[in-house]
T-cell receptor, first 114, second 109 residues
Framework: SAVISQKPSRDICQRGTSLTIQCQVD?????MFWYRQQPGQSLTLIAT?????????ESGFVIDKFPISRPNLTFSTLTVSNMSPEDSSIYLC???????????FGQGTRLTVV | GQNIDQPTEMTATEGAIVQINCTYQ??????LFWYQQHAGEAPTFLSY??LDGLEEKGRFSSFLSRSKGYSYLLLKELQMKDSASYLC??????????WGAGTKLIIKP
């Protein structure tokens, strides 16, 4: 099973600033995803991070707000740009070793925007 | 639209058995997952069903009926550490994971 290191684990940020979250996997994986989870709510997929090409964003999420990098098969970053209090949430990196198989998650980043 | 329903919260007693239900309506079906999520932590994989029937793994079992769009997670011999949220997720025809909102399970001594 893949082991994922995600950092930072938590941060408190000023509105208008940006935060970059890193996700490092201990093996090469094809499928890598970024989720957001509001307290007591379901996981919401932000985007699929594609190696060597632009990420695929879900409805309601745009590249200017959530730029994603994926330079290789073991690493990705998500940036939350021009933050507002509404961006306060838990952000999770996830991987699937093969399409349709179980998902493994990073520890999550608890973001608070003040 | 795609939808997964599960109860918001359940309460059970230590040592007892609890069944958490999940119903789904998705564009195609390629498997159903159950995950456990303790407060402040990431989800961890519990079980996977792709064919009808019961999958047993220690104290936890998961059942699937594809014709009914229904699954349940059965937890036996409940322990205090089982207090967590349990997430049902379905892989649709595009292999995208559709997540339920989770069921918060409270275990009382």
């Amino acid at each position: 099973s893949a082991v994922i290191s995600q950092k930072p684990s938590r941060d408190i940020c000023q509105r208008g600033t940006s935060l970059t979250i890193q996700c490092q996997v201990d093996s090469q994986v094809t499928m890598m995803f970024w989720y957001r989870q509001q307290p007591g709510q379901s996981l919401t997929l932000i985007a699929t991070a594609n190696q060597g090409s632009e990420a695929t964003y879900e409805s309601g999420f745009v590249i200017d707000k959530f730029p994603i990098s994926r330079p290789n098969l073991t690493f990705s970053t998500l940036t939350v740009s021009n933050m507002s209090p509404e961006d306060s949430s838990i952000y999770l990196c996830s991987v699937e070793e093969r399409e349709g198989t179980e998902a493994f998650f990073g520890q999550g980043t608890r973001l608070t925007v003040v | 639209g795609q939808n997964i329903d599960q109860p918001t919260e359940m309460t059970a007693t230590e040592g007892a058995i609890v069944q958490i239900n999940c119903t789904y309506q998705t564009s195609g079906f390629n498997g159903l997952f159950w995950y456990q999520q303790h407060a402040g932590e990431a989800p961890t994989f519990l079980s996977y069903n792709v064919l009808d029937g019961l999958e047993e793994k220690g104290r936890f079992s998961s059942f699937l009926s594809r014709s009914k769009g229904y699954s349940y997670l059965l937890l036996k011999e409940l322990q205090m550490k089982d207090s967590a949220s349990y997430l049902c997720a379905v892989t649709d025809s595009n292999y995208q994971l559709i997540w339920g909102a989770g069921t918060k399970l409270i275990i009382k001594p």
